[in-house]
């Protein structure tokens, strides 16, 4: 009776300290959001609202991750000036000048062709797990379901000619 007593407390001790142990995803997560602090990523979890699709009654609503790029490029008349929008990949009526299966949330018909074709450029390079793109005059956003670590480096690539082209 005695050792199954201590082994009942022994089993309960190693099952609370398992619990409490990170899972390998959460691993991978912590991993991903060092590097992308070392990258120059500011990393942080927002609830995204997202359009009414196209077919439906109401938009959605999802908590992701976004990877931030703060702009150090831009002087004061460029910020008081500066046209935010913001993109996803959800297909509604609002497409005019992006490509297939992504739409606007807010900018739309307000930004330069030249412009337009940077986003497009942008949206070509990114991972498919990026489910929207944000600009304002502080920071470029790109909100990431983190699929693969590799693909941190595919998004700094992406974005890097928007910061510079300050779009």
């Known amino acids: 009776m005695k050792w199954l007593i201590i082994s009942v407390v022994m089993m309960s001790l190693i099952g609370s300290v398992m619990w409490v142990m990170p899972t390998p995803r959460q691993r991978f997560q912590a991993q991903l959001r060092l590097r992308a602090r070392q990258l120059g990523f500011q990393v942080q979890l927002v609830k995204l609202e997202l359009p009414r699709a196209t077919g439906e009654m109401e938009g959605e609503s999802i908590s992701v991750p976004v990877y931030r790029l703060p702009r150090h490029n831009l002087s004061r008349e460029q910020k008081e ?87």
């Open 81 to 167: 000036h500066w046209v935010p929008w913001t993109i996803c990949r959800v297909a509604t009526l609002a497409t005019a000048g992006l490509p297939e299966g992504w739409s606007w949330i807010r900018g739309e018909g307000r930004l330069s062709p030249a412009a337009l074709e940077s986003i497009a450029k942008a949206i070509s390079e990114l991972p498919d797990d990026v489910v929207a793109m944000e600009s304002t005059p502080i920071h470029l956003s790109v909100f990431w379901n983190e699929g693969e670590g590799q693909a941190l480096e595919q998004i700094k690539r992406a974005s890097e000619p928007l910061l510079e082209a300050r779009v």
